[in-house]
Every structure is written in structure tokens, then in C-alpha cells.
């Protein structure tokens, strides 16, 4: 590979770990057969995440060039190959993996290495089944955002009622005035 793609795949996937908006899945695919990587990269694209394999060596050098203390975190995990999986949605590639590992009859220590989801690190078999629970923090904000426009409906229904009882009193108020005037 020459010097020049080199720099550019360095920088491309610094930009990208940098990209808070994604979630990453460092994954190990060697020793797994060419039809379930066909599998997992055929699935990965249905499901809107994307997959490359990149030496270690390239990814380090993006790591460091973060400058990202949670990303330089992952540098003593990479070993072997790694594989990385990237999706908007934390919960795609979690509910993938699983999926796959379960179907193949794979150990998950053997294919997972890490996540890096919203700016925290995941580790282990544990981490990957909360992960494909677990809500992101658009998906919070947007139950939020439900609930306190319930709130806020609910709230206009009760100053609705309130205000109608107000005028009702008032008008109630005025009648009796007219009738006392008219006495």
C-alpha cells in the first residue's frame, strides 16, 4: 500500500471515530469461514451499519491522531485483526452480532472485542447483550420530548377547564349583580 492511501485510510477513519453521532464495534472475523463473512457483511448492509477490516496497525495511528482519551482507551485491546463495525444506531450491530454469533454457534469472546457507543466503551459478553437494549441518547430524548408534550396537553386541558370555570363565576357573578340592580 502506498504511503499516500495510507495517510488518507488513517485520517478517514480518524474523522470517523470522531464522529459522535456513531457507534463502533471492534470485532475479530478471522478464522470464520468465507461464507459467514459473506453472511455477516450481507446482513450488515441490510441492517444500514457499515464494516471494513483494517490492519491494527492503521487504526492505532487514527486512534492516537483523536486525541480522544475514551477512543486511546481501545489501543491495548486491538490485537489479532479487527474488523470495525460502525452504525448511527447503538443497538444494530449489538442485535447483529448476537444474532450471528447464536446462529453460528460462536463464542462471543472469540468474535467481540469492544464497543465504543455515545463516547463510553463496552467490554465483554455482558456489554453486548445490554448494548442491544440499551436506548441512545436520541431515542431518550425523544421519549422526553413525548412525555413533556403529554405534560404540556395535559396541563393547557386543565387551564382550559380552569378558565371556563373563571368565566362561568363571572358570569355567574354579573347575573346576580343584574338581578340585585333590578330589586
Known amino acids: 500500500m502506498k504511503k499516500n492511501n ?15 453521532s456513531l457507534n463502533f464495534y471492534f470485532i475479530n472475523i478471522k478464522g470464520l469461514k468465507a461464507s459467514q463473512q459473506a453472511y455477516l457483511r450481507k446482513k450488515s448492509k441490510k441492517n444500514k451499519i457499515k464494516i471494513k477490516v483494517i490492519t491494527n496497525t492503521l487504526l492505532k495511528k487514527s486512534i492516537e491522531l483523536t486525541n480522544n482519551s475514551n ?8 490485537r ?22 447464536k446462529k453460528e454457534k460462536l463464542s462471543i469472546k472469540k468474535i467481540f472485542k469492544l464497543a465504543l457507543s455515545e463516547n463510553n466503551l463496552y467490554f465483554g459478553e455482558k456489554s453486548l447483550k445490554y ?11 425523544t421519549i ?22 373563571i368565566f362561568r363565576l363571572k358570569l355567574n357573578k354579573v347575573s346576580q349583580n343584574d338581578s340585585q340592580n333590578e330589586n
Not at 485483526?81 to 452480532?97: C, D, G, H, R, V
Not at 448494548?131 to 430524548?141: C, G, I, P, Q, T
Open 6 to 20: 495510507k495517510k488518507k485510510i488513517i485520517l478517514y477513519f480518524r474523522d470517523l471515530l470522531l464522529n459522535q
Open 71 to 78: 477512543i486511546l482507551d481501545i489501543i491495548p485491546f486491538l
Open 131 to 141: 448494548l442491544r437494549n440499551v436506548k441512545s441518547k436520541k431515542e431518550l430524548l
Open 144 to 165: 422526553l420530548i413525548k412525555n413533556i408534550k403529554i405534560l404540556i396537553s395535559k396541563n393547557l386541558i386543565y387551564l382550559n377547564k380552569i378558565s371556563i370555570l
Open 80 to 101: 489479532q485483526n479487527t474488523t470495525l463495525m460502525w452504525s448511527q444506531f447503538n443497538k444494530a450491530p449489538a442485535e447483529l452480532l448476537l444474532k450471528f454469533i
